[in-house]
């Protein structure tokens, strides 16, 4: 039977370029990254540093430890961070920023990631109150997953970071898909990333890497963040292996590529929406596509019957969320559009 995958990124495989350079690979090219002397990881680290705009980035393991590493090492236990209630970092995470970091999660609501950093005011703590924790970090995230991939405008950013001078905050941003809100917005990623102290991207979802993702900043934070990402078992040996990937990753081109993944989602939604079915589909941004469905269905049988039929996604909330990447095109695009059409077809008899 054929499967379409559309549950993540992070489900795409090295592309032939990857696995051409780890064929010419040899020890050369390796050392320990523990002893910051694998050459491959300090390229990788070095071309990234540069692709943000940052004095200094770190290899880690994934979009995870790596916010979780930004929080460590810009927070002290018992401060407080201001994060979307949408957020990956609240929702996903495991809690990390509690149990690792001691820290206290304040939510705020948005539009669809959207909102006025100066109505968050009432948020910040009081500096002069015994009684009250400090507020030292706000967070972003872009794309925004939940919402449906959105990409956010640089303004939200750089108000965003007027807020957080005026509060004294850290400003850091959850990047996972950085690169494609930044190709939806027609912009280098750096309108973006110069905004904020520290980001984290990753390497292993639309930029198809088997492993690995990115935080950049300062060379204080990274200093600082190499010490945690030890503490929490992310230092890794001959990781040259896997960084060899990521240089390649980080080309160019491979960056522009995102904007076939952002162009398959819209093209996915524009075509299940000329299908006269009782579903919504807001024109995604970039790679996220959400397909509204009726209340009355039952989220994980319909998740159950697309993928009897082979087209793999994941269900959130009453949405069927649907990832494009580097292993989809637009045959697959037109083939699922009609495999979905008529699974949900049948679910709403
Ligand atoms: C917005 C966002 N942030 C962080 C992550 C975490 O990345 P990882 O799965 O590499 O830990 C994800 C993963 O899907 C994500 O969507």
């Known amino acids: 039977m054929r499967i379409i995958d559309f549950r993540s990124d992070t489900v795409t495989k090295p592309s032939p370029e990857m696995w051409e350079v780890i064929k010419s690979m040899d020890n050369s090219k390796l050392g320990d990254d523990v002893e910051r002397d694998d050459p491959t990881v300090l390229e990788l680290e070095a071309k990234a540093a540069k692709v943000v705009g940052k004095d200094a980035a770190l290899f880690v393991t994934s979009g995870t430890q790596g916010n979780l590493i930004s929080l460590l090492a810009q927070t002290t236990p018992g401060e407080e961070i201001l994060v979307d209630e949408q957020s990956h970092i609240y929702k996903w995470e495991v809690g990390g920023a509690a149990r690792m970091g001691g820290l206290m999660v304040r939510t705020f609501p948005s539009n669809k990631g959207m909102f006025n950093p100066n109505n968050l005011q009432s948020l910040i703590r009081p500096h002069d109150d015994i009684h009250q924790p400090i507020t030292s970090m706000i967070c ?6 939940y919402y449906g991939g959105i990409a956010l405008p640089t303004s939200l950013f750089k108000e965003t970071r007027d807020f957080a001078d005026q509060n004294h905050l850290k400003l850091h941003v959850d990047g996972a898909r950085i690169f494609n809100a930044a190709i939806a917005r027609k912009i280098d990623v750096k309108e973006y990333t110069k905004f904020v102290d520290s980001v984290q991207f990753c390497l292993s979802k639309g930029l198809s890497c088997p492993i690995g993702s990115i935080i950049a900043g300062s060379h204080e934070f990274i200093d600082s963040a190499i010490k945690w990402r030890k503490m929490l078992g992310g230092g890794w040996r001959q990781a040259g292996i896997i960084a060899s990937m990521g240089v390649v990753a980080l080309e160019q081109k491979w960056i522009d590529r995102l904007s076939v993944d952002n162009q398959l989602a819209k093209n996915l939604g524009t075509i299940l929406s000329g299908m006269d079915l009782p579903i919504n589909i807001p024109e995604p941004d970039t790679n996220i596509l959400m397909v509204e469905v009726p209340t009355h269905l039952d989220m994980p049988k319909l998740e ?3 993928e009897s039929a082979g087209i793999r996604t994941h269900a ?20 699922s559009a009609q495999i979905i059409s008529d699974v949900i077809r049948k679910s709403v008899l």
């Open 140 to 145: 972003l995230e872009n794309s925004q997953n």
């Open 304 to 306: 159950h019957s697309l």
């Open 316 to 335: 959130m909330g009453q949405r069927i969320r649907i990832v494009t990447h580097s292993g989809i095109n637009q045959d697959d695009i037109e083939y």
